[in-house]
């Protein structure tokens, strides 16, 4: 296990990626089958349009930044002595000091394991936020009470052992300041 100098750097599952990647491609061509399909009765083939270009637009942005984060090799989460940079997903948390952490907790949504970040001035996190990602991340906060979330999907090292790291690291961090 780290100690807590060591700087530790995640970097996303490709394997993980390429399921995501396929999936919303997947989900892309279902949105154009509903458009341009003829065999639905009339009148349904709006609902049928509206439903399938919500899909191409939305799954299209999620193939598009999921491709992204498969050829490119960023890290998408990395530990060090004064924090952590969350890159992580669309709603990632970018740099966050151990200092400015109220509480780290793991917890299940949709049957996912998450690691949730409590920040001591959520507010003020949230204002350096663009628009959408501010009320995605909103959002989310009111859902579990977790200014950031971690999921397991971009992160290859299993989450457990990556929670008890962070753990380590910012107990570390707060014993050391006070």
């Known amino acids: 296990m780290n100690t807590p100098y060591e700087q530790h750097v995640e970097y996303p599952s490709r394997k993980r990626m390429a399921w995501l990647t396929a999936g919303a491609a ?20 709006i609902i049928s349009s509206v439903i399938g270009l919500t899909s191409i637009l939305f799954f299209g942005i999620c193939f ?9 090799k960023e890290p998408s989460f990395v530990i060090h002595e004064q924090g952590f940079i969350d890159s ?22 949709m049957g996912q394991k998450m690691i949730g970040v409590k920040l ?23 859902m579990v009470d977790a200014t950031i979330s971690i999921a397991q999907s971009s992160i290859s090292l299993p989450l457990d052992q990556l929670y008890l790291m962070m753990m380590s690291h910012w107990r570390h961090a707060r014993d050391s300041r006070g």
């Open 26 to 45: 997947l989900f892309v061509c279902a949105g154009f089958f509903l458009i341009f399909d003829q065999s639905f009765k009339p009148g349904s083939s």
């Open 64 to 72: 598009c930044y999921s491709l992204i984060k498969m050829i490119r």
């Open 88 to 109: 992580s997903s669309y709603t990632s948390g970018g740099e966050v000091a151990w200092k400015d952490i109220e509480h780290i907790f793991m917890y299940e949504l």
């Open 120 to 142: 001591r001035d959520e507010n003020a996190f949230l204002e350096r936020q663009n628009g959408m990602k501010r009320k995605l991340m909103t959002a989310n906060s009111n």
